[in-house]
């Protein structure tokens, strides 16, 4: 499990409850902070010709890699919140992706 959504999904609970954050957390807030870091991590991109990892300078490989932990973060509270099995939903979205877009026919 240490390595788990559900393990995230605990952390994120006890670091909120510990700082009696959890008043704050709701679905709409969480939503709200998700966009914010989205854009923080877009941001890193906004100028390259293609952004390629190639075109990242130094440093900011570590602060994109910040950027994507706080996205997950907010995306696990957030379904915490709304008692969504993120990776339930992932492995349905997928698939219904397969269906929508097959591959080409040889």
Excluded: C
């Excluded at 709409?28 to 990242?56: D, I, Y």
């Amino acid at each position: 499990m240490r390595d788990s959504l559900a393990d995230l999904r605990e952390r994120t609970r006890a670091f909120a409850a510990a700082r009696d954050w959890e008043q704050y957390h709701t679905p709409k807030n969480l939503a709200m902070a998700l966009s914010v870091e989205v854009a923080e991590l877009a941001e890193h991109f906004q100028w390259l010709p293609t952004g390629r990892a190639g075109e990242l300078a130094g440093g900011q490989h570590e602060a994109i890699r910040h950027e994507l932990a706080d996205v997950l973060l907010y995306l696990v509270q957030i379904a915490d919140k709304l008692d969504v099995d993120l990776h339930a939903a992932a492995l349905e979205k997928i698939q219904l992706n397969a269906i929508k877009y097959p591959p080409p026919e040889p």
